[in-house]
């Protein structure tokens, strides 16, 4: 499957409104961030990589959270067609694109599933009922989100891929991680994991988790608690990602061991079906020519 980082950034963005660009380089453009959110694109094969016979039909990527800046990002990522959206949580920064969905309804002209936990689906239809009411049987013009909601709480097949849920502490409201087959997981908006949310990571090949600060913060994971948690988990690939303004890529990329580096928007990761096999990104192929 392929993953691509539509944006790398916490709640305010880099640079944010208030605070500017904090430590971040504004000459690196890797530092400009958007709202955390990615896309998850399966090869068309199944899990186990067993073909049948002639090329696989290529399913619609998943997205992950509808970002305030989710217009812009399906614009440079150049999608306008999706399989189904994932929720982690409710906080603005990942659900008040929710609006800009209309624009894939009209692209795929149909309703589109989305999947949360109770929570995150409860305030979903509380501010945008407009987006949740059943579609019209035979829609000739599409004027808003035409979104069917589904409560996740156990694995689930989305576009071809296994996405297994793992609940997360975020200190002000739980969230969800996913982990989409053996070889991909993605947690952001977590600031302690039990060994059970362990235990459903440990063996995955890449991992992309949230990572605010160098310093620990009450509600999001710090760079020394990732790392610790990736010592538990052993990933082949460490991404961090929704990154703050006191952490500058370059800065971060030096400091992390060699498996681990920061997420940039627009970044795309190659991950292989299994687990156990090898895989290669754009970023890591640009790193090593760079060395």
Not at 130 to 140: H, I, S
Not at 253 to 271: S, T
Request: proline share 10%.
């Amino acid at each position: 499957m392929t993953i691509t980082i539509l944006g790398s950034g916490a709640a305010p963005g880099v640079p944010s409104i208030a605070n500017g660009w904090g430590a971040c380089d504004p000459a690196n453009p890797r530092n400009r961030r958007s709202r955390a959110s990615i896309l998850v694109a399966p090869d068309g094969e199944s899990e186990d990589g067993a073909g049948q016979g002639g090329p696989p039909a290529v399913p619609d990527p998943i997205l992950v959270d509808t970002s305030p800046d989710l217009r812009d990002q399906l614009l440079v990522a150049g999608v306008n067609r999706l399989s189904a959206v994932l929720y982690t949580h409710a906080h603005a920064d990942h659900l008040h694109g929710l609006d800009d969905l209309r624009e894939v309804n009209r692209a795929m002209f149909g309703p589109l599933d989305i999947f949360a936990d109770e929570n995150t689906l409860a305030v979903i239809a509380a501010r945008f009922p407009y987006a949740v009411e059943p579609p019209p049987p035979e829609p000739r013009w599409i004027g808003r989100p035409l979104l069917v909601p589904h409560r996740i709480d156990g694995p689930v097949s989305v576009a071809g891929l296994t996405v297994t849920p793992i609940p997360q502490d975020h200190k002000v409201m739980p969230t969800l991680g996913f982990r989409f087959g053996p070889g991909f997981a993605y947690s952001t908006d977590v600031v302690t994991m039990d060994e059970a949310a362990l235990d459903a990571l440990t063996g995955v090949h890449t991992w992309v988790v949230g990572c605010l600060s160098w310093k620990p913060h009450p509600t999001h994971a710090h760079v020394d608690k990732v790392l610790e948690w990736a010592e538990r988990v052993q990933p082949r690939r460490l991404i961090l990602t929704h990154l703050g303004i006191g952490l500058d890529y370059e800065t971060l990329r030096r400091a992390l061991p060699a498996d681990a580096e920061p997420a940039y928007d627009g970044m795309v990761l190659d991950v292989p079906a299994t687990a156990a096999a090898g895989s290669t990104s754009r970023h890591s192929s640009e790193r090593t020519a760079a060395s």
